[in-house]
């Protein structure tokens, strides 16, 4: 049974949407984040960096958020989250997979915490600019990343785009707000984000 690492409200929401994607059936393993649950030795001896989203398939460990998709998208292809191997988006496919923890989430990290980017040559993603430029213009034509395919990477990218609009780390921009839009429509997220809800409602503190 695969096993899936899970804190409410955190990146790793958007693989709870990509397995309701999937109709993956799958064991959670919910943790208290504000516990410090992800902290603790059990979850340590899982993933030492203390970071969800993780999974365990068949003994198999698969941490990061772009492995995860990857991994899971091509475990159950009956979804049709991921293009095959010869089939011309699958390259598209993993560029955006990736770009993803390599460029984005780097550039807006350090866009919140307000530090320069750092020397062009040792910088993972150039400039913050330069990424939210390419995020965009491959967004404009639309609804998804690779135009009529949703794929594993739109619930990558839908996720993380919601997050950081709506704390003002990425501008809300036209393109942005339909992609968005478009992604929060989906069954898969609605179940994911309100059952995370749940979740957190069940460790609220009493009134």
Request: hydrophobic share 45%.
């Amino acid at each position: 049974m695969l096993t899936f690492f899970h804190m409410p409200q955190t990146r790793s929401t958007g693989i709870r949407m990509l397995l309701d994607e999937l109709g993956a059936p799958h064991d959670m393993s919910v943790m208290d984040g504000k516990a410090g649950q992800n902290r603790e030795p059990a979850y340590l001896a899982v993933n030492p960096l203390g970071k969800v989203p993780a999974i365990v398939d068949d003994g198999a460990l698969v941490t990061e958020q772009g492995a995860i998709c990857l991994y899971l998208a091509d475990k159950f292809p009956a979804a049709g989250l991921a293009p095959p191997i010869g089939d011309p988006l699958r390259g598209p496919y993993l560029r955006w997979l990736f770009l993803y923890g390599s460029a984005f989430e780097p550039a807006v990290v350090d866009r919140a915490m307000k530090r320069e980017p750092g020397h062009a040559a040792m910088s993972p993603y150039g400039s913050y600019d330069a990424v939210m430029a390419t995020v965009t213009t491959q967004l404009t034509p639309g609804p998804w990343l690779l135009g009529d395919t949703f794929t594993a990477a739109d619930v990558l990218w839908g996720m993380a785009l919601d997050w950081t609009t709506k704390f003002g780390l990425v501008p809300a921009d036209p393109v942005i707000a339909a992609y968005v839009a478009c992604v929060t429509a989906r069954p898969s997220y609605i179940s994911a984000t309100d059952g995370d809800k749940a979740l957190l409602a069940i460790h609220a503190p009493p009134e």
